[in-house]
T-cell receptor, first 110, second 114 residues
Framework: EDQVTQSPEALRLQEGESSSLNCSYT??????LFWYRQDPGKGPEFLFT?????EEKEKERLKATLTKKESFLHITAPKPEDSATYLC???????????WGAGTKLIIKP | GEEVAQTPKHLVRGEGQKAKLYCAPI?????VFWYQQVLKNEFKFLIS????????ETGMPKERFSAKCLPNSPCSLEIQATKLEDSAVYFC????????????FGSGTRLTVV
């Protein structure tokens, strides 16, 4: 069964304290892996798409990496405005559905 | 515009009543997706459209849910005879192609069935 598992469920960091979020997946055929950020009361905001193992993408303090079984979202020197829920989703190559993880709630304390 | 517009933001219905949600995708985006988000961030795929044609409806509870994307009109998601378990936030997303560049999501419609 296709599945996406994110860990940890919640992560509290001090401002400037770097860390990583994990997204483990099993999917019959991977078209792409997506990272989104969701703020309370809003829709998910697209961050990255990764297509193949070894690929990396960066945006400001965020860097996403991909292996055949998992993806990491590394956050370097985070600021309070990085506080949000970070969602990972995989897209099957048989259709365009996204299979979502439950998210990691990230809280950055000043 | 460059945003996906969903209306209404909030909708309250008594059990058994009809609910209709609307989504205006970004102009030029040919794919539209509906997702249901329940507790603990769980997103469930409902249906997708390529232009006005249903692309994938494998997630739709067909007995009570229906959806349309007609030319020159907002897309719609309709729930007949709502049940308590339909309470959720319904998100619409659009993309230019098959979403390699990422979907753009609307802000969602929060449906509360009482």
């Amino acid at each position: 069964e296709d599945q996406v598992t994110q860990s940890p469920e919640a992560l509290r960091l001090q401002e400037g304290e770097s860390s990583s979020l994990n997204c483990s997946y099993t999917v019959s055929g991977l078209r792409g892996l997506f990272w989104y950020r969701q703020d309370p009361g809003k829709g998910p905001e697209f961050l990255f798409t990764l297509y193949s193992a070894g690929e990396e993408k960066e945006k400001e303090r965020l860097k996403a990496t991909l292996t055949k079984k998992e993806s990491f979202l590394h956050i370097t020197a985070p600021k309070p405005e990085d506080s949000a829920t970070y969602l990972c989703a995989v897209q099957r190559d048989s259709n365009y559905q996204l299979i979502w993880g439950a998210g990691t709630k990230l809280i950055i304390k000043p | 515009g460059e945003e996906v517009a969903q209306t209404p933001k909030h909708l309250v219905r008594g059990e058994g009543q009809k609910a209709k949600l609307y989504c205006a995708p970004i102009k030029g985006h040919s794919y539209v997706f509906w997702y249901q988000q329940v507790l603990k961030n769980e997103f469930k795929f409902l249906i997708s459209f390529q232009n006005e044609n249903v692309f994938d409806e494998t997630g739709m509870p067909k007995e009570r849910f229906s959806a349309k994307c007609l030319p020159n009109s907002p897309c719609s998601l309709e729930i007949q005879a709502t049940k308590l378990e339909d309470s959720a936030v319904y998100f619409c997303a659009s993309s230019q192609s098959d979403a390699g560049s990422g979907y753009t999501f609307g802000s969602g419609t929060r449906l509360t069935v009482v």
